[in-house]
């Protein structure tokens, strides 16, 4: 299965089991924080929709407080429970998303 046939499937996964509960790694607390938000690691965001964006920005999830509040950001900017159903297949995605995102640095997108 080629990386757009693997994205497509996990967004579908994740789709079907919204609301997901995750937690912000320490790069989406501080936009948080930036934005009036003073969440910290422990606190749970809630996944409302996620889009499968192409290979650029891969998986965008919207995330949501409890406040309402919401945002956009990568999957592989979220923490997920070793319980939740899907948790090894987007702990797979996030450890090859982050290698892709590596190579595309290096490579440009020329």
């Known amino acids: 299965m080629d990386i757009s046939e693997q994205y497509k499937d996990l967004t579908n996964k994740i789709n079907e089991n919204l609301p997901i509960r995750a937690f912000p790694i320490r790069e989406l607390l501080q936009i948080f924080r930036k934005n009036g938000h003073p969440i910290t690691l ?39 429970s070793k319980t939740n159903k899907l948790y090894t297949e987007i702990a797979d995605y996030q450890k090859k998303r982050n290698k892709r995102i590596k190579q595309l640095n290096l490579t440009g997108l020329n």
Request: aromatic share 8%.
């Open 42 to 80: 422990k606190t749970e965001l809630t996944i409302t929709s996620v889009y499968n964006s192409g290979d650029i920005s891969g998986i965008m999830c919207i995330v949501e407080l409890a406040d309402g509040y919401k945002m956009a950001c990568a999957l592989t900017h979220l923490i997920f």
